[in-house]
């Protein structure tokens, strides 16, 4: 994608110094364009954890780098297989809840298990990397073709009105290395003419939507109106709402699609108002481990201070503001379950299938062996 007109994606190796990882940092979108230079593992599992990337697809690559970051910077007088997992639990402790964090790990470790030496394990690390990081750029644009399937279908019915769309969080290029999730349907069909406009959830309490998605739409001069999180269930009573997209953080292979806090209500509102509701979801978002997402996917609970505090630009700076009484508690659960029965399909880069395990091993019938040694149907 293109910021002012420029390509970039969200994480890159800094040009002539293959020791240097860079990254947006997004904690000042969309104010800033700020770059951030990712030296160690250390510094990568803090940009993880502090949300400078976000966005399941981008932390499973981010945190294929951090793989890379390690071996480069192992300690040669230390046992290279103890090192490196010390380091690695730093980066599952980073966030719990994306599987392709854990994913992206296990890719890293199979690929360089085979390897003799230190120098030939950074270097598969570090090609193993790159080649994640562009299959997801492939992935992100099939999704996307497949999506805009859907949105030309209303097109069609809507004859010459726009498809209005509604997005919760940001599952956008910023979230991934570039297309994005679910926006990646909706630049595919605004690229092609069709008629579209964004109704953008704002996303309390890190405002993704407001600050991200609404950013990265003004950017590629998508039509698109923020709006604050309550209002969704309005506009569906209303018929201004045509499809609902979202991505996910962890997708069961049963169909239960774990995303941002929020995400189950307006599965809710759209089940209620017979508007289709969509997951975006590449292939791996899928915990195939996973039957039941309620009992087994980790919820991840962030500090309070997100709720409590706000951060907007004021006076030439970013500042931060305190919302409630100061003595007043606050929790802050990151993310929710939206159940299978809620959620019309997935998206995946295969194609769109319902969501249940038999449709999802349908488009992916070599995980259903797996599934079985497990003694899973």
Same mark, same amino acid.
């Given at each position: 994608m293109k910021i002012n007109k420029v390509p970039y994606r969200t994480?890159?190796?800094?040009?002539?110094?293959?020791?240097?990882?860079?990254?947006?940092?997004?904690?000042h979108l969309p104010h800033q364009l700020v770059i951030e230079n990712l030296a160690d593992l250390d510094q990568t599992a803090r940009a993880i954890r502090e949300m400078h990337v976000r966005?399941?697809? !981008?932390?499973?690559?981010?945190?294929?780098?951090?793989?890379?970051?390690?071996?480069r910077n192992a300690p040669k007088d230390s046992a290279l297989d103890h090192y490196l997992r010390n380091e690695i639990q730093k980066l599952r402790e980073s966030r719990p809840t994306a599987i392709n964090l854990e994913w992206a790990i296990q890719t890293q470790l199979k690929a360089i298990e085979s390897a003799g030496s230190i120098e030939q394990k950074i270097k598969i690390a570090f090609e193993t990397a790159g080649r994640l990081a562009d299959e997801d750029v492939k992935t992100c644009e099939k999704i996307g073709e497949h999506g805009l399937t859907l949105i030309e279908r209303i097109a069609g019915q809507k004859k010459n009105e726009p498809v209005n769309i509604l997005t919760h969080c940001n599952a956008g290029w910023l979230a991934c290395v570039d297309w994005g999730t679910a926006t990646a349907s909706i630049y595919k069909a605004f690229d092609k003419g069709i008629?579209?406009?964004?109704?953008?959830?704002?996303?309390?309490?890190?405002?993704?939507?407001?600050? !991200?998605?609404?950013?990265?739409?003004l950017q590629h001069g998508v039509p698109h109106t923020v709006i604050a999180?309550?209002?969704?269930g309005h506009l569906m009573q209303r018929g201004l709402v045509d499809l609902v997209l979202v991505g996910t953080d962890r997708t069961a292979v049963t169909?239960?699609?774990?995303?941002?806090?929020?995400?189950? !209500?307006?599965?809710?509102a759209a089940k209620d108002n017979q508007i289709p509701f969509y997951a975006a979801v590449p292939s791996t978002s899928i915990d195939?481990?996973?039957?039941?997402?309620?009992r087994d996917i980790p919820i991840e609970e962030r500090n309070p201070d997100e709720v409590r505090y706000a951060e907007g630009w004021c006076e030439g700076e970013i500042k931060k503001v305190l919302l409630l009484p100061k003595d007043s508690p606050a929790k802050n659960y990151a993310f929710?379950?939206?159940?299978?029965?809620?959620?019309?399909?997935?998206?995946?880069?295969?194609?769109i299938c319902q969501a249940n395990q038999e449709s999802i091993l349908a488009l992916f019938p070599e995980?259903?062996?797996?599934?079985l040694a497990m003694g899973k149907k």
């Amino acid at each position: 994608m293109k910021i002012n007109k420029v390509p970039y994606r969200t994480i890159w190796v800094k040009p002539g110094d293959p020791a240097t990882i860079q990254v947006i940092d997004q904690r000042h979108l969309p104010h800033q364009l700020v770059i951030e230079n990712l030296a160690d593992l250390d510094q990568t599992a803090r940009a993880i954890r502090e949300m400078h990337v976000r966005g399941a697809p !981008l932390i499973g690559v981010a945190a294929a780098y951090g793989v890379y970051l390690a071996l480069r910077n192992a300690p040669k007088d230390s046992a290279l297989d103890h090192y490196l997992r010390n380091e690695i639990q730093k980066l599952r402790e980073s966030r719990p809840t994306a599987i392709n964090l854990e994913w992206a790990i296990q890719t890293q470790l199979k690929a360089i298990e085979s390897a003799g030496s230190i120098e030939q394990k950074i270097k598969i690390a570090f090609e193993t990397a790159g080649r994640l990081a562009d299959e997801d750029v492939k992935t992100c644009e099939k999704i996307g073709e497949h999506g805009l399937t859907l949105i030309e279908r209303i097109a069609g019915q809507k004859k010459n009105e726009p498809v209005n769309i509604l997005t919760h969080c940001n599952a956008g290029w910023l979230a991934c290395v570039d297309w994005g999730t679910a926006t990646a349907s909706i630049y595919k069909a605004f690229d092609k003419g069709i008629q579209i406009h964004v109704w953008v959830d704002e996303t309390r309490p890190r405002n993704q939507g407001a600050s !991200l998605t609404a950013w990265e739409l003004l950017q590629h001069g998508v039509p698109h109106t923020v709006i604050a999180d309550n209002t969704g269930g309005h506009l569906m009573q209303r018929g201004l709402v045509d499809l609902v997209l979202v991505g996910t953080d962890r997708t069961a292979v049963t169909g239960d699609v774990t995303n941002k806090i929020g995400t189950y !209500l307006k599965a809710l509102a759209a089940k209620d108002n017979q508007i289709p509701f969509y997951a975006a979801v590449p292939s791996t978002s899928i915990d195939w481990n996973v039957q039941n997402a309620f009992r087994d996917i980790p919820i991840e609970e962030r500090n309070p201070d997100e709720v409590r505090y706000a951060e907007g630009w004021c006076e030439g700076e970013i500042k931060k503001v305190l919302l409630l009484p100061k003595d007043s508690p606050a929790k802050n659960y990151a993310f929710d379950v939206t159940p299978a029965k809620l959620v019309s399909g997935l998206i995946t880069e295969r194609g769109i299938c319902q969501a249940n395990q038999e449709s999802i091993l349908a488009l992916f019938p070599e995980k259903r062996a797996n599934l079985l040694a497990m003694g899973k149907k």
